[in-house]
């Protein structure tokens, strides 16, 4: 295994675009995962040949964690959405912004639970994220806030020019 496609399956990343075993048929596709439960990498490699399939070892590899990470993830949202709808239940007066923290929080549990640390920080990144907006969407409305107070008259924007230089000299004490 090269140093890339090491680190690629080691962060679970999914493998290249291109790659043969990316182009198969979503069923052979299912076919070769199931292959791969009850036989080595190796073994993988030559059926897959018979096929017509050129592989490595190393992109095989790298395939099967991405897939099972993408299962992994697949369940754990089922698990969050069967929660999130419980609570919707249970909670009706919950604002859809509450239902999704909530989500937030049952998925980092779950990740945390099962020592996935990847899935955990990316829960926390979208949280920062989410909060950085919330930040952003109220420094927009206190700007156009105060845009609005501006146009505003003041109590003294209507006086006149003789009024004006009156009040200041009340103000500062001229006579």
Known sequence: MNENQETNAQAGRKPRGDSPLRRLAPER?????????TH?????????AE????????????????????????????GVEVFLEELRRERPDLTEEEVFACGQMQFALRALRKGD???????QRLRLSQARL????????????????????????????????????QIFGIK
């Open 29 to 37: 596709q299912d076919a070769l995962m199931e292959y791969l439960e």
């Open 40 to 48: 080595t990498l190796k073994e993988t490699k030559a059926w897959l």
């Open 51 to 78: 096929q017509g399939v050129e592989t490595s070892i190393s992109a095989l590899g790298a395939y099967r964690a991405a897939e099972e990470m993408r299962e992994r993830a697949r369940e754990e949202e089922a």
């Open 117 to 123: 640390d990847m899935a955990w920080s990316r829960a």
């Open 134 to 169: 919330n930040l952003e969407d109220r420094r927009v409305e206190l700007i156009e806030k105060k845009g609005q107070d501006a146009d505003q008259p003041t109590p003294y924007s209507s006086l006149t020019p003789e009024e004006k230089d009156e009040r200041i000299k």
